[in-house]
């Protein structure tokens, strides 16, 4: 089992060598000594395939790579923007960039380009590290990228101590710009150390979820480095790859979304999986029937860990014994379900740019999950979204965004986005456009959203409506059925 971090007396002679230029010593750039710290050097850390590097040697990384970064002057207090695929490489500049003491916002490679221009609209880093390559052409994991540095001049310094940005879209549409704090990441990779159940030394955990967003970074990354583990990744995500990379590196944990636990229990005469003692799902629930199928091809029950961008892991139940619920509140988390909403106690705001709305105040942050709380037991269980933002393949999409796009486009006058098995959009559009015989296909649709959003925020059916139904108070219904209904009529 994991433990805390140690906490090692400084030494001014290591911090130097680490460094590579400026040291946030009383920051992030100490959480990162303290990760490297934390267990020996020669232990493996991250795999893929036949290549493994040791703690040591992404040791001897990050210390070069922040000497490059501290030659483009970036140091305590700049705010950085990192777009890389998942790889030994994203790993090593954002740990070279904290080291410095830089604030990082990370960027999920699979965002378009418009919608990266409009984030650093608001968000304004000075400088933008990101993959040399065509990430979109890659297919599968690539341990290496090249990396690029580019300043941009019309950055500006982090305003706020937060030392990580992600971002998350809101029921508005607009996305909500989430900062943490180096005590913040610390707590969280303490908190998942005192997890009953969690990955320790020596463990060997396949990680699936992404390392852009919070359980891939700080449960699969960040808390494998502090406890020891090694982290593999596998070439692609198909069954017959994720099998193989398990039996061929003996893995013992496994850190995924329910998608791929759905395509690992179909997988047609798996092999046996002896070592493996640990799953997990994180993003979205896990359904039922996709943890028993799973179980009954391996023999090892799915656990469930539940938890926001803001807060970090909120509630965790390794085992998967507790399900439906998703486990007791993690260490030193505290708790509430007010008017059926789940809300957790934080000590500020996490919100940048006024980004958040009501959604922190006084103390608490309103998830906006419907959830119930055990009375005796303190197992948390969540109901689903009470909003407009939903999970697929553990990813948040928020269909405000989506019918945002939609009707940006000249010939669309109304747009209703809503998910039940799939994202299906149903669209009106203009008189005007109609009169003209220059009403778009659904198609043509479909290829406007492309071009403006990440893929896997994309409607997978787009019907065209004449009109779309109302509520008698005028209001747009979202009801899938009745949209369907109406589709079909």
């Not at 699979?110 to 609209?121: F, G, I, Q, T």
């Not at 580019?150 to 029921?171: D, I, M, N």
Request: net charge neutral; aromatic share 6%.
């Amino acid at each position: 089992m994991g433990g805390g971090l140690r906490d090692p007396l400084r030494d001014p002679l290591r911090d130097s060598d680490l460094s590579g230029g400026p040291v946030d010593v009383d920051g992030m750039g100490s959480l990162v000594r303290r990760l490297f710290d934390a267990r020996d050097d020669t232990l493996p850390y991250l795999t893929h395939q036949q290549e493994t590097v040791t703690r040591g040697e992404l040791r001897e990384r990050v210390a070069k790579q922040a000497a490059v970064f501290a030659g483009f002057g970036i140091g305590p207090g700049s705010a950085v923007g990192l777009r890389t695929p998942p790889s030994f490489t994203q790993v090593e500049v954002l740990l070279a960039l904290w080291r410095l003491g830089a604030q990082v916002m990370l960027f999920d490679f699979r965002l378009k380009p418009a919608e990266v221009a409009a984030l650093c609209a608001s968000c304004r880093p000075q400088f933008m590290v990101r993959a040399g390559s065509n990430v979109q052409a890659t297919f599968g994991f690539r341990p290496e990228y090249e990396v690029v540095t580019e300043c941009r001049g019309t950055g500006r310094p982090a305003a706020t101590g937060h030392r990580l940005v992600q971002f998350s879209s809101g029921s508005t549409g607009r996305p909500k710009v989430i900062g943490r704090t180096a005590a913040s990441l610390a707590a969280e990779v303490d908190r998942f150390a005192g997890i009953t159940g969690m990955p320790g030394e020596g463990d060997r955990v396949l990680l699936l979820s992404s390392t852009a967003h919070s359980f891939g970074l700080v449960a699969g990354l960040l808390h494998s480095l502090a406890a020891g583990v090694s982290v593999v990744f596998a070439p692609r995500i198909s069954a017959r790859d994720l099998l193989r990379t398990a039996v061929d590196h003996r893995v013992t944990a496994l850190f995924g979304v329910p998608m791929h636990y759905e395509l690992l229990a179909a997988a047609v005469d798996p092999p046996g999986l002896p070592d493996l003692r640990v799953a997990v799902s994180g993003g979205e629930l896990m359904p039922p029937d996709v943890a028993a199928r799973f179980t009954e091809r391996y023999g090892v029950p799915v656990g469930e860990s539940y938890g926001t961008t803001e807060s970090g892991v909120v509630a965790m139940d390794v085992g998967g014994t507790l399900r439906p619920s998703v486990g007791p509140a993690a260490p030193g988390m505290v708790v509430r379900v007010r008017r059926g909403e789940l809300d957790v106690a934080l000590d500020e705001s996490p919100y940048l740019f006024d980004s958040g709305g009501t959604q922190y105040a006084d103390g608490w942050l309103r998830t906006r999950d419907r959830a119930s709380v055990d009375g005796s037991g303190g197992a948390v269980r969540v109901h689903g979204r009470a909003d407009s933002l939903v999970v697929i393949g553990g990813l948040k999409v928020d269909l405000t965004e989506v019918e945002n796009v939609l009707r940006g486009h000249p010939a669309v006058e109304q747009a209703v986005v809503v998910h039940g098995d799939v994202t299906e959009a149903y669209v009106v559009t203009r008189a005007a456009a109609s009169a003209e015989g220059g009403v778009p296909s659904a198609e043509e649709l479909l290829r406007w959203c492309r071009e403006r959003l990440a893929d896997y925020k994309l409607p997978r059916v787009v019907r065209l409506l004449d009109a779309l139904p109302r509520t008698s108070n005028g209001k747009l219904v979202r009801q899938p059925t009745l949209l369907r209904e109406r589709a079909v009529g």
